[in-house]
T-cell receptor, first 112, second 112 residues
Framework: KAGVTQTPRYLIKTRGQQVTLSCSPI?????VSWYQQTPGQGLQFLFE???????NKGNFPGRFSGRQFSNSRSEMNVSTLELGDSALYLC???????????FGPGTRLTVT | AQSVTQPDIHITVSEGASLELRCNYS??????LFWYVQSPGQGLQLLLK??????LVQGIKGFEAEFKRSQSSFNLRKPSVHWSDAAEYFC??????????FGKGTRLHILP
């Protein structure tokens, strides 16, 4: 069974631009969570989607948004990029009713 | 508030030596506890998990962890480390409102 895939793997953007990251969960997994990982803050929870509905949200500004499609694929969008948004963005999927999360390799976003 | 503390930011051990990585948590009920490992440039891989029952849990790659309620700890151990174990290790607790909270991580260095 294929694992969680994230595209693109690397991205360089300029301040003020916006970016969209994509995540395809493991087949059959309907829950998708997003995390931001930085050296200073560690892993921080962004949001979780289940069956196309946002179920939980972390403490991030409204510039960070996401959505989930009917096939469980998820996207996250960051608008008006800031230098501090440079991070590894990780997506994780899980089966309904379970708490074990399976992570993708991440998208490394660099904002210049 | 729910939290996870990994007191050691870096740990260095010699190849073949035993390993113990510390994790302390704060949680209002019996927690779900996890250890993940992250190799450079990769996502997180689940090593082991504790939900209930036997407090000594076995994981992949020869790792084990012991849940000690009285000490609010969930330390990760391995009897003999290999050079390939060099990575960053994350302890996590949850879910509360379906969010998993991660510790800041411990980076493991292996001396040849």
């Amino acid at each position: 069974k294929a694992g969680v895939t994230q595209t693109p793997r690397y991205l360089i953007k300029t301040r003020g631009q916006q970016v969209t990251l994509s995540c395809s969960p493991i087949s059959g997994h309907r829950s998708v969570s997003w995390y931001q990982q930085t050296p200073g803050q560690g892993l921080q929870f962004l949001f979780e989607y289940f069956s196309e509905t946002q179920r939980n949200k972390g403490n991030f500004p409204g510039r960070f948004s996401g959505r989930q499609f009917s096939n469980s694929r998820s996207e996250m969008n960051v608008s008006t990029l800031e230098l501090g948004d440079s991070a590894l963005y990780l997506c994780a999927s899980s089966l309904a009713g379970t708490v074990e999360q399976y992570f993708g390799p991440g998208t490394r976003l660099t904002v210049t | 508030a729910q939290s996870v503390t990994q007191p050691d930011i870096h740990i260095t051990v010699s190849e073949g030596a035993s390993l113990e990585l510390r994790c302390n948590y704060s949680y209002g009920a019996t927690p779900y506890l996890f250890w993940y490992v992250q190799s450079p440039g990769q996502g997180l891989q689940l090593l082991l998990k504790y939900f209930s029952g036997d407090t000594l849990v076995q994981g992949i790659k020869g790792f084990e962890a012991e849940f000690k309620r009285s000490q609010s700890s969930f330390n990760l151990r391995k009897p003999s480390v290999h050079w390939s174990d060099a990575a960053e290790y994350f302890c996590a607790v949850g879910p509360r409102d379906d969010k998993i909270i991660f510790g800041k991580g411990t980076r493991l260095h292996i001396l040849p």
